[in-house]
């Protein structure tokens, strides 16, 4: 299984990429950044350049996606939002299946506990994929976590 986790932000998307059933191996990380002088249109579609040409790149099986679960900032939560829709515009457009996943349940498949910080997650990342240090940015190792939930959760998911 090869699977490509998404961690959606207007301004900064995270991607990740492991390959393998447990423990999985790191193939690459990343982020997307799209220009904040520009219109929201202009970067939605940047947004949408850089994760075409990363699935084009990488020919992931399976996309795993934090969920806006909630938000405090409801501008955040409507640009989150947004990013996601383009990830999951992209995964429609390469016949990805999608997982989605709330941030309590990456942090638990990644730490052991839903309410772990993020210095936490980044380390448990490293350690998982026998990184030498944390994956950085911040927004990388996320979507380095999301993918290893997907891949400690997807034996105990049934079809659809």
């Known amino acids: 299984m090869f699977v490509l986790g998404i961690d959606p932000g207007l ?51 399976v996309m795993a996606i934090e969920t806006v679960f909630t938000n405090r900032n409801l501008q955040t939560a409507i640009s ?32 052991g506990d839903g309410s772990a910080n993020k210095k936490q997650v980044q380390q448990m990342v490293a350690r998982l994929l026998g990184l030498n240090e944390a994956p950085k940015p911040a927004d990388a190792a996320d979507a380095l976590a999301i993918a290893i939930c997907h891949v400690r959760a997807a034996p105990l998911q049934v079809n659809r």
């Open 11 to 61: 301004s900064v998307t995270g991607y990740g990429l492991v390959e393998g059933s447990y423990p999985p191996r790191p193939v690459g990380a990343g982020v997307i950044r799209t220009d904040k002088d520009e219109t929201a249109e202009n970067r939605l579609a940047e947004l949408y350049r850089g994760l075409s040409q990363v699935v084009a790149d990488h020919q992931p099986d």
């Open 80 to 111: 989150v939002g947004r990013a996601s829709g383009i990830a999951l515009l992209v995964a429609s457009e390469s016949d990805l299946p999608v997982h989605e996943y709330v941030p309590t349940a990456i942090k638990s498949a990644v730490t």
